[in-house]
């Protein structure tokens, strides 16, 4: 399959009055096309930024990319200036936000949110851009009337039905999602789930499903990437990843989880705090909170290491058994 | 089941909504919960369940309806006994950055409930508060720190700490993880039940998060609109739901064990609005499993199965009269 999108060695960081957050730190991950990427992490481990990296969305003088190369097609993006990204945001890389209530503008009707993308990138006229906004409408099972609402005239679930109409308008290569259910009680929440799947399988669309929520990415993706402080840690197929955690932050991520099919006597908590992007520790990023932390885990940052044929983590001590594992088995 | 601690009778709490009418955000529920045991009330946003913990802990007054804490009636006491019954059932709040007073101390949240019940003398209130942090695993330094300074856990300790400051028997636990990230949550989960054994306490625990409910919890109740819709233990309730909402509500859970398969209910619609509802069942709307008796009849809490109450009238009574 053909790679669609490819970060290289990215590096982001915002200014702050306590000085530089160190928001994303040598991350590297490659999205195929039609591929359904699920993208997990707890709070400030650097899922947004990535994908505002990508649509280079960043808060202008506060947000940089210190570092680093993101393909799109081929075409490295960072460098690109503002009017060429425009053409391709919205049109071949859309994004669905978190909070469907903030992202979209109060003040205009549905259909001149909607209409505005096909007048941007298809140079329709206002008549049939607001045809266009009442098709899309029913596409996500909104009566087509209900273009000249306003927003506050739609429920929470409505309105991210509303955003997943524009952010598809285009029929984008690559749609990123961004929390797109958090804000959703759990039965709207299925309902988006269910319609995000129908329509990405429709457009044929690449997804990178950004949650926090593993049984959601359970839910959508084959493949899910793990950050954690600003960088990937663990990368794989769902099926490997879930069944075989191998970053010891992962499995203590799926320890401390209550599961609704299987019950625990006791949740194994994890020790400590998620890491501060402002301090972060030397070597491995986890290594304050890692129960299995070596002395040399404190001076090195491990990278992310080929395990399985499509399971990778970055952790020294894992590096160093599983590879002489796969050594002896191919030799 | 040990004698209720709590018992929960009719208890209404509508709000009045300019031009609009009557919200019953809480409408006729009764619950009994005995002490020692967790009770989860899981719902939807805007289905009463935040209301229906305020309410037992008199931050709401009710509209009608009684709730009787060791049989005591706790809305028509008055002054000091008042007082006493507000030691015994305290609350911990959803979201740990604005339920603690920003301009204060660690040292002075914990510390009011003291101040403000006067039931201990301030010299003795030093040995009270090393004792409350010893028990929930605050550090000492944090004593002299302002709550900006914490973390969501840690904050979210100090809020149970404040609740046990007056050694309470029941405590209303209002989302205390939701706000909080996972490898956090799990902390906060053992700490609870922790406690729970140590003190013998009685929790109300209020969640949307039903994988959490199943853990915690010896009985769920499922609300919806006002109404309990589903009553029974915690394992019963998961294995054998037997309302269309919590079926619905169950299936719809996206779950991170992939050698589960089910099949998904999707509900159709929107939660519908809580103002000036029909006196039929509040889930027909979106009901998969309706007849028409179901607009004409009101379904009522009924026994259904030993210790199962269901709120449905397509559901036949197993238990023989």
């Known amino acids: 399959m053909k790679k669609l999108l490819e970060i290289q060695d990215l590096w982001v960081s915002y200014k702050t009055f306590e000085g530089m957050a160190k928001a994303v730190n040598g991350l590297n991950l490659s999205v195929y096309q039609g591929e359904n990427l699920g993208l997990v992490g707890e709070t400030g481990a650097g899922k947004t930024t990535t994908a505002l ?23 490295e993006l960072t460098k690109k200036p503002e009017e060429y990204l425009q053409k391709i945001r919205g049109n071949e890389i859309s994004m669905i936000f978190q909070n469907p209530l903030t992202s979209l503008n109060p003040v205009f009707t549905i259909g001149e949110q909607i209409g505005m993308v096909f007048i941007r990138h298809f140079n329709l006229s206002k008549k049939e851009a607001w045809k266009k906004a009442g098709e ?70 690449a997804l990178i499903m950004i949650s926090h929520n593993l049984g959601v990415v359970a839910e959508l993706c084959q493949n899910v990437a793990v950050m954690y402080a600003g960088s990937i840690i663990e990368h794989g197929s769902v099926k490997q990843v879930y069944k075989d955690p191998l970053h010891p932050y992962t499995q203590g991520l799926f320890a401390s989880l209550p ?21 972060l520790s030397e070597g491995c990023k986890f290594n304050p909170r890692c129960p299995v932390v070596m002395e040399k885990c404190k001076l090195n940052q491990p990278k992310l290491v080929r395990i399985k044929s499509d399971h990778y983590v970055a952790c020294l001590r894992k590096n160093e058994m599983e590879a002489k594992e796969v050594e002896s088995t191919i030799s | 089941m040990n004698q209720p601690l709590v018992k929960i009778r009719n208890l209404k709490k509508y709000f009045h909504i300019k031009d609009q009418g009557l919200l019953h955000a809480v409408d006729d529920i009764n619950l009994d919960i005995p002490a020692g045991e967790t009770l989860g009330l899981v719902g939807e946003s805007g289905c009463g369940k935040s209301t229906t913990g305020l309410t037992l802990v008199r931050l709401l007054q009710p509209t009608s309806g009684e709730v009787f804490y060791n049989d005591k009636d706790i809305f028509s006491l008055k002054g000091k006994e008042s007082k006493e019954i507000r030691q015994r059932m305290q609350i911990i709040f959803q979201d740990p950055y604005s339920s603690l007073n920003p301009k204060k101390l660690i040292k002075s949240i914990i510390s009011e409930p003291f101040i403000v019940h006067g039931i201990i003398k301030r010299k003795n209130i030093e ?55 996972v490898s956090i949550q799990a902390q906060i989960l053992n700490l609870l039940m922790n406690l729970q054994k140590k003190l013998n306490l009685t929790y109300l625990f209020i ?20 109404k309990i819709v589903e009553l029974a233990e915690t394992n019963e309730l998961f294995n054998d739901p037997q309302h269309p909402y919590t079926k ?23 939660v519908p609005s809580p103002i000036n509802p029909k006196p039929v069942c509040r889930f027909l709307e979106r009901c998969w499993n309706t007849n028409k008796d179901c607009q004409e009849i009101e379904p009522s809490l009924e026994l259904k199965s030993p210790n199962h109450w269901v709120s449905c009238i397509r559901i036949t009574s197993k238990i023989k009269n």
């Open chain 1, 136 to 205: 899309m409408l029913e596409v996500v099972g909104i009566p087509s009337r209900r273009v000249e609402d306003y927003p506050h005239q739609f429920s929470g679930g409505m309105r991210q039905r509303v955003g997943i109409a524009a952010s598809l308008s285009c029929k984008p290569d690559l749609l990123i999602a961004d929390e797109p259910t958090t804000a959703l009680d759990v039965t709207i929440q299925a309902q988006v789930l269910e319609l995000i799947k129908e329509l990405k399988e429709k457009y044929s669309t």
């Open chain 2, 248 to 270: 619905a509500l169950l299936s719809a859970i996206p779950s991170f064990n992939l050698d589960v398969k089910h099949e998904r209910i999707i509900l159709k619609g929107d």
């Open chain 1, 53 to 75: 990296s990508i649509m280079k969305l960043l808060p202008p003088r506060t947000g940089n990319i210190d570092k680093g190369k993101i393909f799109f097609k081929g075409v």
């Open chain 2, 207 to 226: 969640t949307h998060d039903l994988s959490v409910v199943k853990h915690i919890s010896q009985r769920v109740a499922v609300m919806y609109l006002g």
């Open chain 2, 127 to 181: 040995e009270k508060i090393n004792r409350l942090l010893e028990m929930t695993g605050i550090a000492k330094n944090l004593l002299t720190k302002y709550p900006h300074e914490l973390d969501g856990g840690k904050r979210q300790t100090i809020g149970i700490a404040r609740a046990l400051a007056l050694e309470p028997d029941f405590i209303v636990c209002d989302e205390p993880v939701s706000a909080l990230d």
């Open chain 1, 259 to 279: 599961d609704i099919y299987d019950r625990k006597d006791r949740l194994t908590a994890m020790k400590g705090v998620v890491s501060d992007a402002l301090n």
